[in-house]
């Protein structure tokens, strides 16, 4: 354990302390990062109120112990300077930690954050497939003049060449559907988990092994979490989610994860707490085979 006492609270840390990074699978990455929210506001406060609701988690979730693993949370970015600038310094946390054959747990923030893991995923050597869950495509080029809006994220991806599979959407433009369908982006749309269960292999076959899941909050209904910026309603339930997420991810190799737009409301905890046990869960269901080469 680091003995000197911290500045900045620690997921988990009323459980297992702050131990070494070294020691650690899990990096949490707090990235309070907003500046093109165009609705709601407060995902600046998202990481924090994770953090804090996190020091209420069980460490058992049910099936498995993932703090066993080792989870160390990184000093929260600072954004104090140019949105270029702000995504170089998440791509560069997030680069060192996958140097280290680490898993980075990026907590934000508005969905911008992304980009910056989606820079560092793209000089890996393994070819990586982003999974999105979400009730926006976000697949606009650019949004209000800015192409870092977070309404622009998965065409930042595409940008890249990843491949992409959506889940949960159910608001975007005509513009996003032409590209979704010029682009033959693989998705499944929130009205179809109404109308027919979850199937067994969800992915295509030729799709990467290698995975990298942004979660955007406001995939759950918001009868789950309320707390985000841009609720739509229709979204998936709690369970279904995680059900979801297991058939993602079986036979796949998660290389790391977002879960982002979480906007805090003062004294409502329970979007807090839900988003938290999000982000636990999924730890749970990443590979202890985890390896990729930098």
Same mark, same amino acid.
């Given at each position: ?12 840390? !009323?459980?297992?302390?702050? #131990? ?19 609705? &709601? ?29 080792? +989870?160390?949370?990184?000093? #929260? ?17 997030? !680069? ?91 998705? +499944?749309?929130? %009205? ?23 979660? %955007? ?5 918001? !009868?789950? +979490? ?8 229709? &979204? ?19 290389? &790391? ?38």
């Amino acid at each position: 354990m680091i003995k000197d006492a911290k500045k900045y609270l620690g997921f988990l840390s !009323s459980e297992i302390g702050y #131990p070494f990074p070294e020691t650690c699978l899990f990096h949490i990455i707090p990235a309070g990062y907003e500046a093109s929210v165009s609705y &709601g506001t407060g995902t600046k406060n998202g990481p924090k109120a994770i953090i804090e609701a996190s020091q209420q988690l069980e460490l058992f979730n049910g099936h498995s112990v993932p703090a066993d693993k080792g +989870i160390y949370t990184h000093p #929260p970015l600072l954004f104090n300077k140019s949105c270029e600038e702000n995504i170089f310094l998440i791509e560069n946390t997030v !680069s060192s930690v996958l140097k280290k054959n680490k898993i980075p747990v990026i907590l934000g923030g508005e969905h911008t954050v992304s980009v910056g893991a989606f820079r560092a995923l793209s000089k890996m050597k393994d070819r990586i497939g982003i999974i999105q869950l979400d009730a926006h495509a976000d697949l606009r080029d650019s949004y209000e003049g800015n192409k870092y809006s977070h309404a622009c994220v998965m065409k930042r991806a595409l940008d890249h060449n990843f491949s992409i599979a959506q889940f949960g959407i159910r608001s975007l433009s005509y513009d996003e559907h032409l590209l979704r369908k010029e682009k033959n982006i693989f998705h +499944i749309d929130a %009205d179809i988990f109404a109308e027919q269960d979850i199937p067994k292999h969800i992915l295509p076959d030729l799709f990467p092994e290698n995975i990298y899941i942004t979660f %955007d909050v406001d995939c759950l209904d918001p !009868s789950v +979490i309320s707390s985000t910026g841009t609720p739509v309603p229709g &979204g998936l339930l709690w369970y279904q989610a995680l059900n979801l997420l297991k058939k993602i991810t079986k036979d796949r190799n998660i290389v &790391g994860f977002d879960v982002v737009e979480l906007a805090p409301i003062a004294m409502h905890h329970a979007s807090d707490f839900a988003t938290a046990r999000l982000v636990y869960e999924i730890m749970g269901m990443v590979s202890q085979e985890f390896r990729i080469q930098s």
